[in-house]
C-alpha cells in the first residue's frame, strides 16, 4: 500500500488562500483523518491529493509515483492516480441493483464477467450486504447504500481510499455504526484511509493519526490521543474534545505561582517560562467533584445523560466545567467540593501556543 507526500503544496483562489504550505506524509495502510471548521481547507486537500482540484504550488507523490509536481508540470489526472472517492452523497444508480451499481466501475474497465462476478460477491460479503444483491438503491436503508458506495469504490482496487464526510447524512445511531464499520474495514482491506470531517469525535474514534486545519494552515499532525492529551495549541485543544477544555486566563508570576480564576498554584517547571500573560487549560472530565474536595462552587447547572453528568461549576465569577461519571446528578445552587487531578496545560495568551503541561498543586 502506498505512502502520500504532499511537499509545499498550496491552493489559491483569487486571492484566498485556501491551502497554505501544507507539508505532509501519509503512512502506508494509515487512516488519516483531515479535521478542522468548515472553510479550513480539508476538503481542498483531500480534493487536490486525488487530483480533483490543480494545487497552485508544490509536488504530491502516491506511492513513490509523483502525480503533480508544480515546477515540473506534472499532473496526472485521477483516473492514473489508483484512488477510490466516496463522496457525502452516495450516488448510487437508481435504476440498477446492488450488485450493478458495484460492477458498473468493472465492466467499464473491461473487466470479464467471471472476475466481476467474483469481485462483486467478494465485496457483498466483505461488507455484509449479501441479501441485498437484487434490491434496488430505493429499498435500501442509508447505512445499507453506504455501505454499497463503499463496495462500489472498492471494487477496482484502489490505492487510497478517499472519504469526504461520508457519514454526515446518516442519524446518529447509523453514524455510530458505520464508524465501528468502517473501522472494521480499514483493518480487513489493509488500505490507506484518507477522511475529511469536522465531527471531532469521528477523527478520535476512526484514525491512526489526525491532521487538524485552521484556515489553510496544519496545526498539529499527531496520534488521536497524543493531541487530545498534549495538544499543540489553544485552537486544537478546543477543537478536540466534547466538553471542550475549560480556558481560564490568568499570569505566570515572577515566582513562577499561577493567579488564575481566582485561584493559585504551581506547576512543576513554569517557573523556567518567566512572567507572562497565559491561559490554564483544564479537561472537564480532570475536575473532580468530592464533598470532601478543598475547593468549594456552586452548582451552576447539570445535563444528566445516564452514563455521565456535564456539570458547570461557579468559583466566584469563574465558571467551571466538570464532568462526573456514572448516572449522578446535583441539584442546582447547591455547594460542592472539587479539585484538580491529572494535567493541566499553560497556553500563551498571545500566541495560543502549548508552553507546558503538568498537574496543578493548588
Known sequence: MPEIVLKNVSKRFGKFVAVDHLNLTIESNAFITLLGPSGCGKTTTLRMIAGLETPTEGSISIDGTVVFDADRGINL??????????????????????????AFGLENLKWSKDRIAARVRELLSLLRIEQFEKRYPSELSGGQQQRVAIARTLAPGPKVLFMDEPLSNLDAKLRMEMRTELKRLHRDTDSTFVYVTHDQLEAMTLSTRVCIMETGVLQQY?????????????????????????????ELLPDGVLSFGGLRARMKGAEALGARKIVVGIRPEYIHIDASAP??????????SGMETTVRLAYGDTLLTAVAFGDVDYPADSEVGFSFHKAAILFDQQTGKNLLRAPLEI
Open 77 to 102: 489526472p485521477p483516473n492514473k492516480r489508483d484512488v477510490g472517492f466516496l463522496f457525502q452523497n452516495y450516488a448510487l444508480w437508481p435504476h440498477m441493483t446492488v450488485y450493478q451499481n458495484i
Open 295 to 304: 475547593l468549594k462552587a456552586t452548582v451552576y447547572s447539570t445535563l444528566p
Open 222 to 250: 499527531a496520534p488521536p490521543l497524543e493531541m487530545y492529551n498534549n495538544p499543540a495549541n489553544r485552537f486544537v485543544a478546543d477543537f478536540m474534545g466534547n466538553p471542550t477544555m475549560n480556558f481560564i486566563d490568568g
